[in-house]
């Protein structure tokens, strides 16, 4: 079973970056595709980005297009995002997951384990 832990959130002000990691362990990391979710109060999970299994493919959220980027070191067993011009409205708990398979895919529908998540806030 995999355990994911993120960390790096914080408060920030509007357009400045914050780069939050998530530690996974208890299965050969490189074997499944990775996600970063959020979800801030009083609204649904949105699905931010999701990188497959090598890295060498990403899918992003509209609201992390151009501003965030997703990456993964497999020898370091980590996952990361990259957080650039943040806005006040990119304020949510922020979640990692991970996906069954190694493919890319994007949304919560083959998500198998969450993170507990890392609050980010970002005033104005």
């Known amino acids: 079973q995999v355990q994911l832990v993120e960390s790096g959130g914080g408060l920030v002000q509007a357009g400045g970056s914050l780069s939050l990691s998530c530690a996974a362990s208890g299965r050969t990391f490189s074997t499944y595709a990775m996600g970063w979710f959020r979800q801030a109060p009083g609204k649904e999970r949105e699905f931010v980005a999701s990188i497959n299994w090598s890295g060498g493919s990403t899918i992003y959220g509209d609201s992390a297009k151009g501003r965030f980027t997703i990456s993964r070191d497999n020898a370091k067993n980590t996952l990361y995002l990259q957080m650039n011009n943040l806005k006040p409205e990119d304020t949510a708990v922020y979640y990692c997951?991970?996906?069954?398979?190694?493919?890319?895919?994007?949304?919560?529908?083959?998500?198998?384990?969450w993170g507990q998540g890392t609050l980010v806030t970002v005033s104005s």
């Open positions: 997951a991970s996906y069954r398979g190694r493919a890319l895919v994007a949304g919560t529908q083959f998500v198998e384990v």
